[in-house]
Nanobody, 127 residues
Framework: QVQLQESGGDAVQAGGSLRLSCAAS????????LAWFRQAPGKGREGVAS???????NYADSVKGRWTISKDDAKFTLYLQMNALKPEDTGIYSC?????????????????????WGRGGQVAVSS
């Protein structure tokens, strides 16, 4: 059974930091990339960071240099370290995985490339 469960969302002030975690079932953690998406109020879901099973990462321009995606294979857990948070980072953050055959070199950020989603957690950044 595929399970993805986020934790770590909170309310913080601009400039602060948060670390999100996503506990994944082993099947969800398998050979396909994992990613973090966010959905700002009134907007669609946006991929912000992704990581391949052997390490390569990919970031949206809006978070590059501020955030870091990582994973702990022994714990089947995905992380997103968010530094220098801005009010525009506010939204629902979800982790995602896939079940397709992955042969790419850069893990994707498009919503259509993923099959499994966690329920999401709220991040609120105040100015």
């Amino acid at each position: 059974q595929v399970q993805l469960q986020e934790s770590g969302g909170d309310a913080v002030q601009a400039g602060g930091s948060l670390r999100l975690s996503c506990a994944a079932s082993p099947f969800a953690y398998a050979a396909y990339p994992l990613a973090w998406f966010r959905q700002a109020p009134g907007k669609g879901r946006e991929g912000v960071a992704s990581i391949d099973h052997d390490g390569p990462t990919n970031y949206a321009d809006s978070v590059k240099g501020r955030w870091t995606i990582s994973k702990d294979d022994a714990k089947f857990t995905l992380y997103l370290q968010m530094n220098a948070l801005k009010p525009e980072d506010t939204g629902i953050y979800s982790c995602a995985g896939g079940e397709r055959l992955w042969t790419g070199s850069i893990p994707p950020l498009a919503e259509s490339e993923y099959d499994y989603w966690g329920r999401g957690g709220q991040v609120a950044v105040s100015s």
